[in-house]
């Protein structure tokens, strides 16, 4: 990490409890809690947000509370503004660290108009087309639940839609066909561009051979996002008490008994919204549940006008193009680039410097002209990938009133907005859409024997070690 990266990793917002050092090498198939206390990575979001606003401070004692949430990132926060807003319960949100700590603070920024991994065409193979359209109609409504609600959170939104870059020639009748459906048979208005058109009007990517343009699609700031959802959860009577793991839990007569290093927290219902950062502990109902996967992001210094000439950025949308490890990057309202992708494998790993330097030539590839250029921010954090690509906002034992909204595979900063009104309503026992992520649990992998066993998780690190190897294949030669 260099010199003007750790000294942004000094937060220079309020003391909210006992404070450690920002931990590079969590991960969470390894260790037991996401710790307590610990500071924020050092990314742009934090070191650009100002101060965080006031929160109510650790647990200091035992508590009955009706709603406990765990997880204080977007869909903790949007679920305890929700079950306020609409339902009239005061919900009290759990962190481990810092508010907004884990994913909601290391993203892209980008809000697309997307749930999961999966396209359209891919809905229609394994739903049906009458499920696909509604699943379609959900994520639109998430769309504009989402800007609903930032409507008055200064958070540099930059709307204008999603330009998704074929990064190989060979890329684009797979794109042609999907915008085809995406306008023939869901109504969306997707079109496509030849390179010429990308290139002149939009962004001079030196790899782009056309792409796919989207309505729907707005960058925004994360930390001033995260932050603006503190304080409005807050001002609608929810307490959100950082520096409180759950470290133990049991449930008996119906009340969850939430062990806290200040004190127990009874709840009468749990919301679990804690992203890539779930430990495999924390509930039995969740682990090997999910796949957490690590993503890279670099910042650079402001452009000057001249670079920003050379690299022809004619547009702020946001942008991802077609690798299966894909990149997401813009132009920053500040004048900078930013631009993430996948990363190592394990936590340990992570703080390797290779890392950096595979993005920072990902980049100069794509812009020749900013080669050289002083990167200001680096970080990275993991994503929350289910088993099967899709989301699951869920109550797992109708038994229990344990409920969870999990498993966004990247497409979080947008659709976590829907799922905390989703998880809402599931934990004031109001009904759901009739869709799959409504209706089935977190699928554990295909072959479910071997994944049941507690021999089976060192081998997903393995077996994603190989895959990542493949999709480069894919990506790059084949």
Same mark, same amino acid.
């Given at each position: 990490m260099d010199t003007l990266t750790q000294k942004r990793a000094v937060n220079t917002g309020r003391a909210t409890g006992p404070s450690t050092a920002y931990d590079p090498a969590y991960d969470p198939l390894v260790a037991s809690t996401p710790g307590q206390g610990r500071d924020y990575a050092p990314t742009y979001w934090i070191g650009t947000a100002g101060d965080p606003p006031p929160d109510d401070g650790p647990i200091t004692h035992d508590i009955d509370v009706d709603v406990a949430i765990i997880g204080s990132g977007f869909t903790g926060l949007t679920t305890a503004i929700f079950l306020a807003q609409e339902y009239g319960i005061k919900a009290t949100?759990?962190?481990?660290?810092?508010?907004?700590?884990?994913?909601?603070?290391?993203?892209?920024?980008?809000?697309?108009?997307?749930?999961? @991994?999966?396209?359209?065409?891919?809905?229609?193979a394994r739903y049906g087309l009458d499920t696909a359209l509604r699943m379609h109609?959900?994520?639109?409504?998430?769309?504009?639940?989402?800007? !609903?609600?930032?409507?008055?959170?200064?958070?540099?939104p930059q709307p204008g839609g999603h330009l998704y870059i074929a990064h190989?020639?060979?890329?684009?009748?797979?794109?042609?066909?999907?915008?085809?459906?995406?306008?023939?048979?869901?109504?969306?208005?997707?079109?496509?561009? !030849?390179? !010429?058109?990308?290139?002149?009007?939009?962004?001079?990517?030196?790899?782009a051979a056309g792409a796919m343009h989207e309505p729907e699609g707005i960058g925004i700031h994360a930390g001033k996002l995260a932050f603006g959802y503190l304080k409005k959860a807050r001002a609608l009577g929810a307490k959100v008490h950082p520096s409180s793991p759950v470290m133990g839990w049991e449930t008996r007569n119906g009340v $969850?008994?939430?062990?806290?290093?200040?004190?127990?927290?009874?709840?009468?219902?749990?919301?679990?919204a804690t992203g890539g950062y779930t430990s495999q502990g924390l509930h039995p109902q969740l682990k090997n549940r999910l796949l957490p996967i690590l993503s890279n992001s670099i910042v650079t210094r402001p452009l000057t006008q001249a670079e920003i000439d050379a690299c022809n950025f004619?547009?702020?949308?946001?942008?991802? !193009?077609?690798?299966?490890? @894909? $990149?997401?990057? @813009?132009?920053?309202?500040?004048?900078?680039?930013?631009?993430?992708?996948?990363?190592?494998?394990?936590?340990?790993?992570?703080?390797?410097?290779?890392?950096?330097?595979?993005?920072?030539?990902?980049l100069h590839r794509k812009f020749p002209a900013l080669e050289g250029i002083q990167i200001d921010y680096s970080w990275w954090g993991w994503v929350d990938v289910s088993h099967d690509m899709m989301p699951r906002i869920y109550?797992?034992?109708?038994?229990?009133?344990?409920?969870?909204?999990?498993?966004?595979?990247?497409?979080?900063?947008?659709?976590?907005?829907?799922?905390? @009104?989703?998880?809402?309503?599931?934990?004031?026992?109001?009904s759901t859409p009739e869709l799959?992520?409504?209706?089935?649990?977190?699928?554990?992998p295909n072959v479910r024997e071997v994944v049941e066993s507690e021999l089976f998780a060192p081998f997903r690190r393995f077996g994603q070690w190989w895959l990542y190897r493949w999709y480069h294949l894919k990506d790059e030669v084949i």
């Open positions: 949100v759990l962190e481990a660290n810092r508010v907004s700590w884990g994913c909601s603070t290391r993203n892209g920024g980008q809000a697309q108009c997307a749930s999961g @991994r999966l396209k359209r065409s891919q809905w229609i109609e959900e994520v639109c409504a998430g769309m504009e639940t989402f800007k !609903d609600l930032i409507k008055d959170i200064d958070c540099d190989r020639p060979k890329a684009m009748p797979a794109l042609e066909k999907e915008a085809k459906i995406l306008r023939e048979v869901f109504n969306y208005d997707a079109r496509i561009l !030849d390179a !010429d058109t990308v290139k002149r009007e939009y962004v001079d990517d030196k790899e $969850h008994y939430l062990k806290t290093p200040g004190g127990i927290v009874r709840a009468r219902a749990v919301g679990i004619r547009t702020t949308q946001v942008i991802t !193009d077609t690798r299966i490890l @894909r $990149h997401y990057y @813009r132009l920053m309202p500040d004048g900078r680039v930013q631009i993430g992708s996948r990363s190592a494998i394990t936590g340990n790993d992570a703080p390797e410097d290779k890392y950096k330097q595979f993005l920072i030539r990902d109550q797992p034992d109708p038994k229990q009133t344990i409920y969870y909204a999990l498993g966004y595979g990247g497409n979080g900063v947008m659709y976590s907005a829907q799922a905390g @009104r989703r998880l809402a309503a599931s934990i004031a026992g109001k799959p992520i409504f209706r089935s649990k977190l699928p554990f």
